[in-house]
């Protein structure tokens, strides 16, 4: 079937050139050829990666990125240019040639061997591809059976040892091309969650500690001009300014606390969530069930991604209670974090530039994880995220 597709092509090719300067006539035959190789590839790509089990992505077509007949053959052009397309058409034919050969060699051992047996049914002579020999020396033909299965069994490895080269090399491609876009995902991620996360930072010290911290050095100045004239006053001044202090350094340790948590490093995800759930203005109902202390990096991101959630939760959402679930679940072959959180609350939350669900989304794309968010137009909310980690 190899010998008669690739001399169908060929055919094919030859009328297709022949045929341009017919009104472009052949313009459409090559089209079709195009095609048809592109089919034909796609189809040797999927024949190998099952047959020797290389982990390969498919053959794609190249679509064109915008409406008109310009980009549509641009995308021809693309398509055209496909290595890997070409590589498995190449590959097509080395097995359609091996194959031939391979069957070439079955045929002439299988003559070999009935023809060895001559002499049993009282036959002269035989013939073997022109080749005559006496009955007496037909027993001969039974070490040429043997090559000729020895040939048949070589071309199978050799198909192999070439359809793997190929095909494979291919496979590493695109495994290379796929961690080279995850780790531009990852880092565009990484970015962008500083980026939030410093906003978040100069907003909490503009908005929260910064005011404090006027005050009390205004408190502090009167103070100090009314102490010799006015020193009831003064330290009623002082005292405001006492206050003021302990609220500033209450508010600096929730956005260090932001930041990072040392009940976290300390004592795990376990007790840094119960931490987080005990200071929401909304009840927090955890379900944390984990056999034992993850990857640092993994329980980090998730934290702060459950925490960041359950912020916005009492922010935005008016629910009435939070539900906190957590698991290390199996993904090929390799443990994720799993958690889930629900609320209550009349729904509606999307990811927006510079927002809480934004930092989250970032700060999980940054871990490699992935956060999936759930949230009809009058509730519930449900956010899921997904870690990598290691045990």
Same mark, same amino acid.
């Given at each position: 079937?190899?010998?008669?597709? =690739?001399?169908?092509? #060929?055919?094919?090719?030859?009328?297709?050139?022949?045929?341009? #300067?017919?009104?472009?006539?052949?313009?459409?035959?090559?089209?079709?050829?195009?095609?048809?190789?592109?089919?034909?590839?796609?189809?040797?790509?999927?024949? =190998?990666?099952?047959?020797?089990?290389?982990?390969?992505?498919?053959?794609?077509?190249?679509?064109?990125?915008?409406?008109?007949?310009?980009?549509?053959?641009?995308?021809?052009?693309?398509?055209?240019?496909?290595?890997?397309?070409?590589?498995?058409?190449?590959?097509?034919?080395?097995?359609?040639?091996?194959?031939?050969?391979?069957?070439?060699?079955?045929?002439?051992?299988?003559?070999?061997?009935?023809?060895?047996?001559?002499?049993?049914?009282?036959?002269?002579?035989?013939?073997?591809?022109?080749?005559?020999?006496?009955?007496?020396?037909?027993?001969?033909?039974?070490?040429?059976?043997?090559?000729?299965?020895?040939?048949?069994?070589? #071309?199978?490895?050799?198909?192999?040892?070439?359809?793997?080269?190929?095909?494979?090399?291919?496979?590493?491609?695109?495994?290379?091309?796929?961690?080279?876009?995850?780790?531009?995902?990852?880092?565009?991620?990484?970015?962008?969650?500083?980026?939030?996360?410093?906003?978040?930072?100069?907003?909490?010290?503009?908005?929260?500690?910064?005011?404090?911290? =006027?005050? =009390?050095?205004?408190?502090?100045?009167?103070?100090?001009?009314?102490?010799?004239?006015?020193?009831?006053?003064?330290?009623?001044?002082?005292?405001?300014?006492?206050?003021? *202090?302990?609220?500033?350094?209450?508010?600096?340790?929730?956005?260090?606390?932001?930041?990072?948590?040392?009940? #976290?490093?300390?004592?795990?995800?376990?007790?840094?969530?119960?931490?987080?759930?005990?200071?929401?203005?909304?009840?927090?109902?955890?379900?944390?069930?984990?056999?034992?202390?993850?990857?640092?990096?993994?329980?980090?991101?998730?934290?702060?991604?459950?925490?960041?959630?359950?912020?916005?939760?009492?922010?935005?959402?008016?629910?009435?209670?939070?539900?906190?679930?957590?698991?290390?679940?199996?993904?090929?072959?390799?443990?994720?974090?799993?958690?889930?959180?629900?609320?209550?609350?009349?729904?509606?939350?999307?990811?927006?530039?510079?927002?809480?669900?934004?930092?989250?989304?970032?700060?999980?794309?940054?871990?490699?994880?992935?956060?999936?968010?759930?949230?009809?137009?009058?509730?519930? *909310?449900?956010?899921?995220?997904?870690?990598?980690?290691?045990?």
């Amino acid at each position: 079937m190899g010998l008669v597709i =690739v001399s169908l092509l #060929l055919g094919w090719l030859a009328a297709g050139t022949g045929l341009i #300067l017919l009104a472009g006539f052949g313009l459409v035959l090559l089209l079709g050829l195009l095609y048809t190789v592109f089919g034909l590839s796609w189809l040797e790509i999927e024949r =190998v990666s099952q047959l020797y089990n290389l982990p390969v992505a498919s053959l794609r077509w190249r679509e064109r990125n915008a409406p008109g007949f310009s980009s549509y053959i641009r995308s021809v052009g693309r398509n055209l240019g496909n290595g890997r397309m070409w590589a498995a058409f190449g590959n097509f034919v080395l097995a359609t040639l091996l194959g031939a050969g391979m069957l070439g060699a079955l045929r002439w051992s299988i003559s070999a061997a009935i023809l060895a047996f001559a002499p049993m049914s009282n036959t002269s002579s035989v013939t073997l591809e022109g080749w005559e020999l006496s009955s007496a020396q037909a027993p001969w033909l039974i070490p040429l059976a043997l090559a000729g299965v020895g040939v048949v069994v070589a #071309l199978v490895f050799l198909h192999r040892a070439i359809s793997t080269a190929i095909i494979g090399t291919i496979a590493r491609e695109t495994e290379l091309a796929q961690k080279a876009q995850t780790s531009s995902v990852q880092r565009e991620g990484a970015v962008r969650a500083a980026e939030v996360e410093r906003t978040r930072i100069e907003c909490d010290l503009h908005d929260g500690v910064q005011p404090r911290l =006027v005050s =009390v050095a205004m408190a502090l100045g009167l103070a100090h001009q009314q102490i010799d004239t006015e020193p009831q006053q003064a330290k009623e001044l002082i005292a405001e300014a006492h206050t003021s *202090t302990k609220a500033a350094i209450t508010e600096l340790r929730q956005l260090t606390r932001g930041i990072y948590t040392s009940v #976290l490093e300390d004592r795990g995800l376990d007790a840094a969530l119960s931490a987080v759930a005990g200071r929401s203005h909304i009840p927090v109902q955890l379900d944390i069930q984990l056999p034992k202390r993850m990857e640092k990096n993994a329980e980090a991101a998730m934290y702060f991604a459950i925490a960041e959630a359950l912020t916005n939760a009492a922010k935005h959402s008016r629910a009435s209670w939070c539900r906190v679930t957590v698991r290390v679940r199996e993904f090929e072959g390799h443990p994720w974090l799993w958690a889930r959180i629900e609320d209550n609350g009349i729904g509606g939350a999307h990811i927006q530039p510079g927002g809480g669900l934004d930092g989250i989304h970032h700060r999980v794309l940054a871990a490699g994880g992935t956060l999936h968010l759930d949230s009809p137009q009058g509730g519930p *909310t449900a956010v899921e995220v997904n870690v990598p980690c290691a045990s």
